[in-house]
């Protein structure tokens, strides 16, 4: 039988599924700033509560990847069932952890930081590494592979978008009471429902639109649950092993300014919800737009060209903004309406580089997994996607860590609602700092990548994409 004709809808419907990441991106930007401002956990508690739940969320993608590759449901085939139950236990436990109920005492809060947090990241791994490998399931030429992740990148800047923006535009809004609204106990719990909301819509969309393609993702009846030597393939294949060092170090020298980010502007740049969403907005919406310039430069120079130029234009937007406004004071910090003008077009151009990030490489990823189906004759796409999402989460984790650690160090005080100037000082550069120092690293190790599309014999592609 024929396999259904693949359409640019049924793309747009599975890449909505990665919008359910905006319970991820919330607790990337907020949790830190949640649990230190408004619990007043310590600080150096939070940074590990936050580090813990990260390093487990990476420990259990690929387990959760192989159970995916493994999966022998006829009715639901290889990827469903993860989506349909990770979805709805993301959407319950985000409710759980954004609901803390006041007067706890510090230790019962923090148990229920962990077991709320540590549910939601296993929850999140169980959707997020077989929804991004069905990218690779659904189509099969070397270029369609770039295409159907930038569909899913697409997606899931837009639910960083809706996470990030709506949080600051709408949920952090100046009110009589509080002219920083990011700093009201009152609009976390809402925040916490109307996310689950989103969870739960983009799920059934994302299942409902794939549905009819569950025949050309079933497992094998052949394949063995568990092969070692498999595992050691993918271990010793050294264009993966790139790949996920380069995450690795990527992910230490960003997630510190994600995590320190409301911090930030906060105290540093003295912003309110909606200036903080503005930037956010510029950023994102540049991400957005630069999917389809990726994809063409992808096409016409290959995707590690592409990928090295992402990460000048990040590098730029990222070190550039907290370097010129505040180590080399070339523009002021005030009147903060004029801050944020001159901090757009850093956003802009860090917002270009990272939608690179979102997309090329998880088509890198998937290429490594079609190269060794070519060699192997095994379809091990989960597993090759849960060793590089466990590679971004473990740089995530250690970074995150460490931004506990930093807040401690440079005298960051959880009881304050103003910060020494030297503490507003240490905040935006510290970060910019490592990131500065681990560039030539990143670069290096994506050298070491070595598949190009010369490698892969183009098949006719079955998709109209």
């Known amino acids: 039988m024929n396999a259904p004709p693949l359409r640019p809808w049924h793309l747009a419907g599975y890449g909505s599924g990665s919008m359910v990441l905006a319970a991820y991106y919330l607790v990337s930007a907020s949790f830190l700033f949640y649990a230190t401002a408004i619990l007043k956990v310590p600080p150096d508690i939070a940074g590990l509560i936050m580090a813990a739940s990260t390093l487990w969320d990476a420990l259990t993608d690929l387990p959760l990847g192989w159970l995916s590759d493994h999966t022998r449901s006829q009715r639901l085939g290889r990827r469903h069932p993860f989506l349909i139950g990770g979805g709805i236990a993301i959407a319950v436990l985000t409710v759980l952890l954004w609901s803390v109920p006041p007067g706890l005492g510090l230790w019962s809060t923090v ?115 568990m092969d070692w030597h498999d595992v050691r393939a993918i271990l010793r294949d050294k264009n993966l092993r790139a790949l996920v060092l380069m995450i690795l170090v990527t992910e230490i020298a960003v997630q510190l300014t994600v995590a320190l980010g409301f911090h930030i502007n906060t105290f540093t740049y003295g912003l309110s919800g909606p200036q903080i969403a503005m930037l956010a907005m510029a950023l994102l919406a540049s991400a957005i737009i630069s999917q389809p310039l990726w994809i063409r430069i992808s096409k016409r120079f290959d995707k590690k060209p592409a990928l090295y130029l992402a990460i000048v234009l990040a590098a730029i937007g990222l070190i550039g903004a907290p370097f010129t406004h505040v180590a080399w004071q070339w523009f002021p910090l005030e009147p903060t309406p004029h801050l944020v003008l001159t901090l757009l077009p850093f956003q802009i151009l860090a917002g270009l580089g990272n939608g690179a990030f979102w997309s090329l490489p998880y088509a890198m990823v998937t290429d490594c997994a079609e190269a060794s189906e070519r060699r192997r004759g095994r379809n091990l796409a989960g597993s090759y996607t849960g060793l590089y999402i466990f590679a971004y989460k473990l740089g995530g984790s250690i970074s995150i860590a460490a931004s506990g650690a930093l807040l401690g160090f440079i005298g960051y005080q959880s009881t304050a609602t103003v910060q020494s100037a030297a503490t507003r000082h240490d905040l935006a550069v510290y970060p910019a700092l490592l990131m500065l120092i681990l560039l030539p690293v990143m670069v290096w190790l994506l050298h070491s990548y070595r598949l190009r599309r010369a490698d892969f014999a183009e098949p006719v592609e079955q998709a109209a994409v």
């Open 111 to 225: 148990a229920w930081l962990v077991l709320a947090l540590l549910g939601l990241k296993t929850a999140i791994s169980a959707f997020v590494v077989p929804h991004t490998a069905m990218g690779g399931d659904l189509v099969k030429s070397y270029d369609a592979r770039t295409v159907s992740q930038g569909y899913r990148a697409a997606f899931q800047i837009l639910g960083m978008t809706l996470a990030l923006v709506g949080s600051s535009a709408w949920f952090f809004r100046p009110t009589a009471g509080y002219a920083q609204g990011q700093l009201n106990p009152a609009v976390y719990a809402p925040m916490g429902w109307a996310c689950a909301i989103l969870v739960l819509g983009v799920t059934l969309v994302t299942v409902l639109s794939t549905w009819k393609f569950i025949p050309r993702m079933r497992a094998a009846h052949d394949i063995p649950r």
